[in-house]
């Protein structure tokens, strides 16, 4: 496809839908971005810095159009502790760094990955971030006025009940002119966004964090970085999915992965915090009708213009608007499902997305839950296939021979079961093994044979091995042992 193609493709075919959702998309980013920089422990214009840089660079470099991607929560939960410790400086530098880590995935072609992620994996990664994002509300609600109850309580009638009057305009951006209104027409005493920092008024400017560059520094940002760019890259590519089938469209996972590295580096220059796709975001635009690269820019570009002409109005928002879009935000993410489902899906599923869950909520590290969640789930697919292993004998009427009928897949998990099979103390001249019905997948499956035909051979026994497919017969003659000299010796550490 040339340029001219692409570009009227992904730019120019639908330039007034894309428009108007990245106006939409702008509006809603406002209050989200502010939360999140307020679970970091940072200025809200850090995390407004962030989402107008992501949203323009994801733009050109994401490898999947009418994508979202801005500060998130996600990543914003990964912060707070580097902040608090060691200062914004070292979240610049750990975005920095967690950039670079996802343009390396992105060439190694960690998109392809993805598909090992099972689906209650990604329900436990959801309903986690879900609780995280709820838990960091926790200080805003508690040794407050009743005021701020009040305003919380009326901000989520409004999320919830307006939609019902119109969806033409978010309702979360509704919440906040009303309560905003409301705030300063009775004088109500609660937090304003001014009290949490100064919101930008100029342009971002380009700057290199204030860090030593030595391995110490190093060491304390890489946790950080590491973490920061795995749950960023998988929030992203599961949104892209999502995204692709909304639009019936395919992306390019590994140039995803590549924009969001340099949308991230990009952000940390620019004074913001690290970020990823935004999955209601993405939603949010693509039912508004975008669907180019052109609506995610409008998105940045707008959100910037909305900053620049209206920052000091923004500095008027109460906090307890801020608290409901984010509970909004939890009770939306969380799998409600899923909870039913515990007592239907099988009961490995729901072992996988409880510990994945319970491992994310113990660390505050959504990607070592992650982590423990795919480790669950390959453990239990192995055991799975090894149960539908088996092997069957018959010995000849003049027991002279003994005909073995291998069945199944034979690998790590199902080595064990084979050699059972086998009674290596049995006299006989001729031992036949049948894998006519089984595949040899690994170098435990290849081992396992090697161990039986040389025992077999040891005891007496004049062995034939019958029957292999392509593949097993690949593996098999590149690595087996049993047709050289001293093999046996080897494999039993004589």
Known sequence: MTF??????????NIRGDVLAGIVVALALIPE????????GVDPKVGLYA????AIVISFAGGRPAMISAATAATAVLMGTLVREHGLDYLLAATLLAGMLQILAGYARVGYLMKFVSRSVMTGFVNALAILIFMAQLPELMGVSWQTYAMIAAGLAIIYLFPRVTKAIPSPLVCILVLTAVS????VDVRTVANL?????????????NVPLTLETLWIILPYSAGVAAVGLLESLLTASIVDGMTDTTSDKNRESVGQGLANIASGLFGGMAGCAMIGQS?????????????????????LFLLLVLGDVVGLIPMPALVAIMIMVSVGTFSWASLNNLRSHPRRSSIVMLATVITVLWTHNLAFGVGVGVLLSGIFFA???????RVSSTLSPDGQERRYLVEGQLFFASADDFLAAFDFKEKLARARIDVSRAHIWDLTGVGAIDMAVLKLRRNGAEVELVG?????????????EHDQPGAMERMLGH
């Open 33 to 40: 971005a502010i939360g999140f920089s307020i679970i970091a």
């Open 283 to 303: 939603v949010i635009n693509v039912r508004s009708g975008g669907r180019g690269r052109l609506s995610t820019f409008v998105a940045g570009a707008f959100l």
């Open 468 to 480: 292999m497919n392509e593949a097993s017969a690949t593996i098999m003659d590149k690595f087996a």
């Open 4 to 13: 001219t193609q692409t570009l009227r493709r992904d730019w120019l075919s």
């Open 383 to 389: 055991w799975k296939v090894a149960q539908f292993f």
């Open 51 to 54: 989402s107008v840089v992501i």
């Open 197 to 209: 920092g100064e919101l930008p008024s100029a342009l971002p400017s380009l700057l290199l964090p």
């Open 184 to 187: 300063l027409a009775l004088g």
